[in-house]
């Protein structure tokens, strides 16, 4: 799978607990990134509860709610290209509704949202057999990485 550039992560001692909120659109690629996510938090000891919304829209709000109840959450979706604007209007609000819990929040929110001209790259990115990236497991690498770099520093 493809790293190249990626860091070296180690994470501070602690117990971290983390919510995964995944939108339920392409099952295959779906379960290709919640695996990634939950192997990598297994990989670094930390405890996650996934939560299941409609579609990457939903994200926002679920992360949002859930937020303050754990150390972390990873936020995991896709969106394919159609021939409508409809991409453009989910990608910005996913984006812009994450970014904005993770800072409203002061908690970390691992970014798993693909966004994807077709569901050849979506496959491709989702960690399955043959797939070049694990975006799942990214994704939970960066929110861990985040709140072990935050852990000195308590809300």
Same mark, same amino acid.
């Given at each position: 799978?493809?790293?190249?550039?990626?860091?070296?992560?180690?994470?501070?001692?602690?117990?971290?607990?983390?919510?995964?909120?995944?939108?339920?659109?392409?099952?295959?690629?779906?379960?290709?990134?919640?695996?990634?996510?939950?192997?990598?938090?297994?990989?670094?000891?930390?405890?996650?509860?996934?939560?299941?919304?409609? #579609? =990457?829209? +939903?994200?926002?709000?679920?992360? @949002?709610?859930? %937020?303050?109840?754990?150390? *972390?959450?990873?936020?995991?979706?896709?969106?394919?290209?159609?021939?409508?604007?409809?991409?453009?209007?989910?990608?910005?609000?996913?984006?812009?509704?994450?970014?904005?819990?993770?800072?409203?929040?002061?908690?970390?929110?691992?970014?798993?949202?693909?966004?994807?001209?077709?569901?050849?790259?979506?496959?491709?990115?989702?960690?399955?057999? #043959? =797939?070049? +990236?694990?975006?799942?497991?990214? @994704?939970?690498? %960066?929110?861990?990485?985040? *709140?072990?770099?935050?852990?000195?520093?308590?809300?």
């Amino acid at each position: 799978m493809a790293h190249s550039g990626a860091p070296d992560i180690t994470l501070a001692e602690g117990d971290f607990t983390v919510a995964i909120v995944a939108a339920s659109w392409h099952t295959e690629v779906m379960e290709g990134l919640i695996d990634g996510a939950q192997r990598a938090a297994a990989d670094a000891g930390a405890r996650t509860t996934l939560i299941r919304v409609p #579609g =990457s829209f +939903e994200l926002s709000v679920a992360a @949002a709610r859930v %937020a303050e109840h754990f150390d *972390a959450v990873v936020a995991l979706g896709v969106v394919i290209r159609g021939g409508t604007p409809h991409f453009d209007y989910v990608c910005s609000a996913a984006t812009d509704g994450l970014n904005r819990v993770a800072i409203d929040s002061g908690r970390p929110v691992g970014f798993g949202l693909l966004t994807c001209d077709n569901e050849e790259q979506a496959r491709d990115r989702a960690g399955l057999e #043959g =797939s070049r +990236e694990d975006k799942g497991h990214e @994704a939970m690498t %960066a929110a861990l990485a985040t *709140a072990s770099a935050l852990a000195p520093y308590p809300l």
